[in-house]
């Protein structure tokens, strides 16, 4: 893959940013942008431009939430695990979620269709248990639904409502 990478991409970004100060977050959000993540030789190789260590690119890289050092799906999946979706039985939905993908949380489906993430609420405790597509909320969850909901996903559409 390292032969492969897009090193031009990279200098391109570089020259845009190159003689300006505290330019290392745009600079990654620029990569991030071109490449769907932050690859690992992307990074070694701004890192050689920058004359800085590795590690400071990586320091900023995982210190923001912001930031992907995998490839993410072309859609995101993110369960709720407030308080509410907690006691309303989120924990099933988890366990459809991660049976129908065959993926844990945190991670990626082989065919690069969705990422699977947990977060903290979504604010939407009234419909709990809850779990978002994209941009997508769906509410009042049971574990049975999941397999249909991803199902509108996987045509390469997505949920137009």
Known sequence: MENDFNYAAVDKIYETWKTQKGVLIPMLQEIQHEFGYLPRVGLEYLARKLRTPVSRIYGVAT???QFHLMPRGEHIIRVCQGTACHVRGVAKIAT??????????????????????????????????????????????????????????????????
């Open 96 to 161: 459809a979620l991660e049976e129908e993908l065959k993926v844990e949380v945190g991670t990626t489906t082989e065919d690069l269709l969705f990422t699977y993430e947990s977060v903290a609420c979504v604010g939407c405790c009234g419909l709990a248990p809850v779990m978002m597509i994209d941009d997508v909320t769906y509410g009042r969850l049971t574990s049975d639904r999941v397999p249909d909901i991803l199902k509108e996903y996987e045509g390469g559409d997505g949920n137009d409502s």
């Open 63 to 65: 210190f923001y939430s």
